[in-house]
């Protein structure tokens, strides 16, 4: 059944974040925004609500599979460990196991979400590519006999028309490994962030379960869940924006031969700080994001224990 929790929690949490995602991803990308406001004011001008809930259909379809094997894989592990070093499943973790199982739930999750994450990020930073690659208008105007009707010619096609032909045509130029790029930062991104998701929650929700009670009330579950995922994002937030800069660095010219490159080049060209963009996003999207989350994940949990008993 946490598998299946895993799953309810995962869309519900989509549900809410999506948006806050699309603005913390053009941050990220894009150096022309000076911050969460300036990208929310440019986004809505350009490309109305619709801009920030581009890409959403695949998020969606797939984030009950990763949520579900987030959860699952989480609980399975951490069964075995105490299975293997108290006797029972049973048994009360230690904060070392309930880290360790964490760590391996955020690594299955990679193979999983790569190439969504890559379609999610062109899909979302589509719009600022077309824009960085437009003719200006001194071109046009210096080059009337190329371009007889300059605003219909000067709006290019989007390259991506949605999630699948985002996917068809990375694996058609770009190969398996245009599907997967990005994911060594994507790997040191979910393997600390899930330890600490986990064991954060675990943490806060002991601390804050009433005295004489066996299980966290709901208001305990919405503020561990809630401070577990703003801790988690706040140790992923470096490697995430290592991670969206490389996923988008196939729209055009490559910028990036790699990981360490990309990390040395957006530090010389931007200073330390640029590993932080979208930090304070990702932490006000975290906090109501992962209240859901883990809401709707105990929720099924304890109503199929209720009904199973």
Partial sequence: MD????????????????????????????????????????????ERVWGFYRGLSLPVCTVSLVSSVSFGTYHHC?????????????????????????????????????????????????TQMQQRRRPSASWASASPTVCPVPPACLVPAPKYRGPLHCLATVAREEGLRGLYKGSSALLLREGHSFATYFLSYAILSEWLTPAGHIQPDVLAVLVAGGCAGVLAWAVATPMDVIKSRLQADGQGKQRYRGLLHCVVASVREEGPRVLFKGLTLNCCRAFPVNMVVFVAYEAVLRLTRGLLT
């Fill in 3 to 46: 598998f299946v929790a895993g799953a309810i929690g995962g869309v519900c949490g989509v549900a809410v974040g999506y948006p806050l995602d699309t603005v913390k991803v053009r941050i990220q990308t894009e150096p022309k925004y000076t911050g969460i406001w300036h990208c929310i004011r440019d986004t809505y001008r350009q």
């Fill in 78 to 126: 951490l069964s075995h460990i105490c299975r293997f070093r108290y006797g029972s499943a049973d048994a009360k973790p230690s904060k070392a196991d309930i880290t360790l199982s964490g760590c391996a739930s955020g690594l299955v999750r990679v193979f999983l979400t790569s190439p969504t994450e890559v379609a999610k990020v062109r899909l979302q930073t589509q």
